[in-house]
């Protein structure tokens, strides 16, 4: 058994460790003799396994107590509907454009009051965050909305928008966990889990305790209705349990690794490596502004395309997967996660190297 390495944008590499105990535990787990996927989501085992994954990740993201945790499904485009549900009060929210996901949760958003796009960077293929300082902010707007990371574009927040007070809801499908947050600046955090924490299947609504209400928008599913799961303690019905599991031994190993301050100096120590090579090769570069770049995603070209399929064709027989870029970009993505390991990027970028050498004239 060969384990390649693993840069797909998600689902993505998992820590080797943590896949490795859950197949110990596969056929008993802690002396349950039978499998997490066997057992009642409401037995005591389980009632541990989330209630302990709970107490990691707010350990982990310094979670304040007024903030509810809750484990829920339907990925994180099914937030793109439950929050504008919730949270439209008045029926005006106002969009940042920065990449795909941002614009669909925008589009989603439309449909249930006047949703507002105050900014975009759609003009140069998202390739940069817009200056959010000085935003024409509706004066009744519910909430401002982001995407925290582009995963597709590979571009980031680095400073916050200024919301003129009003309440930030955060998209961190694909950095969360990636570097410390300041959960108090946010109304919302919510993130799909397959990305940067565990299988897909399990999506993570972090929310402040008054923002869940009864008087959502009519005609909301009960499921979608943040105050039904908030009050079940995600317990309402059938939660996606083992992936509920698996993410909390990846918030164990998170801990191991020394929380998210070290995992962001880790992570900025491998996002250099690749982009350090990028800026000095003579074949590849980078596609995103410098100042805007993420930690997670790296997208580059050749500049010509059928070098790029080469590439990730040589690169694919190496050993070095899912390397190709989102459908609606092209070129490559490397997608350096927190469990991608240090000599992955290092390895890669050997391999870059010598197909630069061997490529650079074509
Ligand atoms: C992958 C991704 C999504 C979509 O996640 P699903 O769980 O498939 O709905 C949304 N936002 C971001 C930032 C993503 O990376």
Known sequence: MARVYNFSAGPSVLPEVVLKAAAEEMLDYNGTGMSVMEMSHRSKAFEEIIQTA?????????????????????????????????????????????GQWAKKAYEEAKKYGKANAVASSADKTFSYIPDCSDLPISDDADYVYICHNNTIYGTTFKTLPNTKGKLLVADMSSDILSQPVNVSDYGVIYFGVQKNVGPAGVVVVIIREDLIRDDVLEGTPTMLKYKTQADADSLYNTPPCYGIY?????????????????????????????????????????????????????????????????????????????????????????????????????????????????????
């Open 54 to 98: 709970e107490q990691d990740l707010r350990d982990l993201m310094k979670i304040p107590d007024n903030y509810k945790v809750l484990f829920l499904q339907g990925g994180a485009s099914q937030q793109f509907a439950a929050i504008p549900m919730n949270l439209m009060k008045n029926r005006v929210a106002d969009y940042i454009i920065t």
């Open 246 to 362: 698996i993410c909390g031994k990846v918030f164990k190993w998170v801990k191991e690794m020394g929380g998210l301050e070290a995992m962001k100096i880790h992570n900025e120590k491998k996002a250099a490596i690749l982009y350090d090579f990028l800026d000095h090769s003579q074949l590849f570069k980078g596609t995103v502004e410098k100042k805007d770049r993420s930690l997670m995603n790296v997208p580059f070209v050749t500049g010509k395309e059928d070098l790029d399929a080469k590439f990730v064709k040589e690169a694919t027989a190496a050993g070095f997967v899912n390397l190709k870029g989102h459908r609606s970009v092209g070129g490559m993505r490397a997608s350096i996660y927190n469990a991608m390991p240090i000599e992955g990027v290092e390895k890669l970028v050997e391999f870059m190297k010598k197909f630069e050498e061997e490529n650079k004239n074509d």
